[in-house]
Nanobody, 126 residues
């Protein structure tokens, strides 16, 4: 099991940027694909981005492609989400998550992730 703590959320104007961080504890962090998800009020949790366990492959939801960048530093047990050109519709609680299974390609379904952080609020004003 991996313990995850997100940080970096806040209030930003449309067009601005934020960088989310997710600090992980546990020796096997580097073996798990990692994902970022978000949940807006009244909506289901949705996939945002994912990165393979080695960091060589990344995947994005169409809604954030070209604006968000996921990355990881396995030496620091941390995964990041750089968010640029933010829009009001990006407003949500953002969660990082670790895959349930070691050494497999990233998944898009929240059910494939076994460890979750507490979430960090991102609010984009128009």
């Amino acid at each position: 099991q991996v313990q995850l703590v997100e940080s970096g959320g806040g209030l930003v104007q449309a067009g601005g940027s934020l960088r989310l961080s997710c600090a992980a504890s546990g020796r096997t962090f580097s073996g798990f694909a990692m994902g970022w998800f978000r949940q807006a009020p009244g909506k289901e949790r949705e996939f945002v981005a994912a990165i393979s366990w080695r960091g060589q492959s990344t995947y994005y939801a169409d809604s954030v492609k070209g604006r968000f960048t996921i990355s990881r530093d396995n030496a620091k047990n941390t995964v990041y989400l750089q968010m640029n050109s933010l829009k009001p519709e990006d407003t949500a609680v953002y969660y990082c998550a670790a895959d349930k299974v070691l050494y497999r390609a990233p998944r898009y379904n929240p059910g494939d992730y076994g460890s979750w952080g507490q979430g960090t609020q991102v609010t984009v004003s128009s």
